[in-house]
């Protein structure tokens, strides 16, 4: 079963150009998961979707950024002109909806983006 | 709502001496604790996980943590630190009984192994 699958790994970007991030959860999740890492800070919630549905956006900036889980296909967090200062690590997380216990979440190994 | 505190931002320890991460917590319900550790430019691995069963929690390469109520603690514990073991450390609180399975993480512990 492989695990929470992330590419690109490393993605570079100009300023003013879009920004494209694919997750794919861990087979039979439905609920994935974006965190954003900047350097020296923590781990910040971005959103949380499930199948079609976004659940939880509050960690997400107001403007352009958005994310979406289509039924088929994986997880695209798009962050559109991107600013130096997205330059982040943005890690994707899935779990399994209905009988797993303890709200255990599966990481993904992150795509790092760098604004240039 | 749940909110967690990593009280050291920095952990220095010489290679064979125990290690001792330490993690506060609040939260309204009966919380799931968690301590994921990650690697430079690597995601997060799950060490352990706390969900209400024993307070006493093993997880990988060595380390445990103990669930304390009554202080509201989560610290996590090695009885000796290898080189490996270098890296962010990360505590996190989730409020059961919530289906958004809203996670709060910890701002994190840079543990660094001397030899």
């Known amino acids: 079963n492989a695990g929470v699958m992330q590419n690109p790994r490393h993605l570079v970007r100009r300023r003013g150009q879009e920004a494209r991030l694919r997750c794919s959860p861990m087979?039979?999740?439905?609920?994935v998961y974006w965190y954003r890492q900047l350097p020296e800070e923590g781990l910040k919630f971005m959103v949380y979707l499930q199948k079609e549905n976004i659940i939880d956006e509050s960690g997400m900036p107001k403007e352009r950024f958005s994310a979406e889980f289509p039924k088929e296909g994986p997880s695209i967090l798009r962050i559109q002109q991107v600013v130096r200062g997205d330059s982040a690590a943005y890690f994707c997380?899935?779990?399994?909806?209905?009988?797993?216990?303890?709200?255990?979440?599966?990481f993904g190994e992150g795509s790092w983006l760098t604004v240039v | 709502a749940q909110s967690v505190t990593q009280l050291d931002s920095h952990v220095s320890v010489s290679e064979g001496t125990p290690v001792l991460l330490r993690c506060n917590y609040s939260?309204?319900?009966?919380?799931?604790l968690f301590w994921y550790v990650q690697h430079p430019n690597k995601g997060l691995q799950l060490l352990l996980k706390?969900?209400?069963?024993?307070?006493l929690v093993k997880g990988i390469n060595g380390f445990e943590a103990e669930f304390k109520k009554s202080e509201t603690s989560f610290h996590l514990t090695k009885p000796s630190a290898h080189m490996s073991d270098a890296a962010e450390y990360f505590c996190?609180?989730?409020?059961?009984?919530?289906?958004?399975?809203?996670?709060?993480f910890g701002a994190g512990t840079r543990l660094t192994v001397k030899p």
């Open positions: 706390y969900t209400s069963a024993a307070t």
């Open positions: 996190v609180v989730s409020d059961d009984w919530k289906v958004d399975n809203d996670m709060r």
């Open positions: 997380a899935s779990s399994y909806s209905g009988t797993d216990t303890g709200n255990t979440i599966y």
């Open positions: 939260s309204s319900y009966s919380p799931s």
């Open positions: 087979k039979g999740h439905s609920h």
